[in-house]
């Protein structure tokens, strides 16, 4: 909390969703996005992306840079090289975009290696927010410049109904009884 400044108080998550060891072969790629921020079991605000780079040897020709794009996708502010023990830690919510999008270029029997763990917190600003409710989600994002880099799932109107607690109770629904196979009792 020091190092960020953020006033909630953040958790570290026991469960590690999403989170743990990754690891990407050559070829691999992870389009430009911005996470999923709220933890489905714990019920809390993801707050925080901590990485860590276990790339020994790691070569800048290799590719495979961590980006960090600005809120409205327009430029690149940021490229981090997965170097071994390099730790980065970002924030999370609805505008932090990142991703290694371009397919890695190391030999077959190199792998782009990484830990990823995350931290959460009871809330959050506004300001980290899009206004309008959506799916818990991660959400990949075309690059400016980029023609048809990724597919993006237009869902206007569903978003529209996300707002109306009467589709909020019916989806609740559906995820307690349809999804999980339970049948009321």
Not at 28 to 33: A, D, E, I, S, Y
Not at 56 to 69: C, H, V
Not at 109 to 114: E, T
Not at 154 to 159: G, I, M, V, Y
Request: charged fraction near 30%.
């Amino acid at each position: 909390q020091k190092l960020t400044g953020i006033e909630e108080k953040l958790i570290p998550d026991p469960y590690f969703f999403g989170g743990g060891l990754h690891q990407i072969k050559k070829g691999g790629f992870l389009k430009v996005h911005a996470d999923f921020n709220y933890h489905p079991q714990m019920k809390l605000d993801r707050r925080l992306n901590v990485l860590i780079y276990l790339n020994k040897g790691w070569k800048k020709n290799y590719g495979g840079n961590l980006e960090l794009w600005d809120k409205d996708m327009k430029k690149c502010v940021k490229k981090i090289l997965p170097l071994f023990n390099t730790m980065v830690i970002f924030s999370t919510n609805d505008f932090t975009n990142h991703g290694h999008p371009n397919p890695l270029k190391c030999p077959k029997d190199i792998s782009r290696k990484s830990i990823a763990t995350y931290y959460f917190s009871k809330g959050r600003p506004i300001s980290e927010v899009i206004k309008v409710k959506k799916k818990n989600t991660t959400f990949f994002k075309n690059r400016h410049g980029e023609k048809n880099d990724v597919y993006v799932k237009k869902e206007f109107f569903r978003n529209i109904l996300r707002n109306f607690v009467f589709y909020q109770n019916m989806k609740n629904l559906e995820k307690k009884y349809l999804r999980t196979g339970k049948s009321k009792k």
